[in-house]
């Protein structure tokens, strides 16, 4: 009777699990990796925000450097006591650069365009890095949902067992309400791994932005992830900071072409004592004769320079720290996996087999059989772990390494 109201409780708990997540993602679409990368790509502002910020420089490229404005004023000289009319005038007048000024603004432009694409590559690496985790973090909440109804069959096994033995008077009360603790505890542990699952889902969608709720495809693995061949110097980050100080350089120039002089010319339209038309025209040089302002921007430009330099190979050895690191946990990692796959999982996957048995026969004690049946459900979860924190460790180092 205990037996039949625990099963029928277990069975409830099963249908409850499944009519909520039929509810909340009743309309799940399985999807690789590489098909979500595709669909946050499509969908994400901050890729749509850096193709503007790029074709803002290039419109500014190509617009050429801005000509001042054009002076147009009428003058007039008056002479003589007796009303006499001397000359007056209708004169334009504008000032012209030097070639070399626009084609060193355009430069700089186009420097400017090369940042907002290093910075564009950059937001798709960190999008790749977001999605990847989360895409991962949704693989481990399945797996381990599969994991947990798996322990919940092993402890519903033994509560039948241990029932069984108590109807016939084989053991006492002892062994069945330890079982009925277990699977009790058990059963928590399959809400809280629903609770996991829903919230990785909602984050891993919220990453696509889709109109469709998507559903990680297959299982965690560590087969696809094992080789990383890539040099430090595709490394977004340092792709920046690169284009930034060649940014910082063009700045130099741009200030130096503001010592370089203009041409100035003038075309008047005269009238004088009454003869019309008569012409003039003027055409010097702008010279900048006070040049210390000049000298200290092209100077604090050159400290600008330097301070990129720096920066860059600031990043570069914080790089070199992260990957360092990150190279040794993922050894770390694997050989903790190689350990868990060729030396404890067989051992935990027959225990699991042979100790129920032993109990059902009596060759061991019900503390015995918990001990063995918690040590099967700790290897199993030890195992899932290590494999999770090894994909999320090799995202992140194919982040930093530009990957």
Known sequence: MI??????????LLGLVCAITTVSFGQTKSISLEDALIIARKNYAGLHRDKFAIDQQNKMAEAGLLIQPTQIYLSGEEFGVNGQSGVHSINIQQNFYLPKVGQTQQAFYKQGATVAEKQMALTDQELKRQVERAYYQLLYAKDKQELVAENLRLYDNFLSVATIQLESGETGRIPQLAARSRLGQAQLEQEHALEEYQIAITIFN???????????????????????????????????????????????????????????????LQTASGNFPLFGYQIGVNIPLFKKAYQGRIEAAEIGVKVQEADLKTKEQELEREIAELQYRIEHQTHILEYLQQNL???????????????????????????????????????????????????????????
Not at 242 to 268: D, H, T
């Open 3 to 12: 037996q039949k109201q625990f099963k029928i409780q277990l069975v409830l």
């Open 206 to 268: 919220q990453w696509l932005q889709s109109d469709t709720i998507y559903e990680a495809q297959g299982n965690l693995t560590s087969d696809d992830l094992l080789a990383f061949d890539s040099a430090i110097e595709k490394n977004p980050h340092l792709q920046v900071f690169e284009a930034q100080r060649e940014l910082a350089s063009a700045k130099i120039e741009s200030v130096k072409v503001q010592l370089l002089p203009q041409i100035n010319s003038g075309f008047k």
């Open 345 to 403: 999982t067989p051992i935990v996957n027959e225990q699991s087999e042979v100790n129920l048995k032993a109990y059902a026969e009596g060759e061991i004690s019900y503390l015995e059989y918990l001990d063995g049946l918690e040590q099967v459900v700790k290897v199993k979860q030890q195992y899932l772990t290590a494999l999770y924190k090894f994909n999320v460790l090799s995202v992140e180092l194919n982040y930093w390494l530009g990957n």
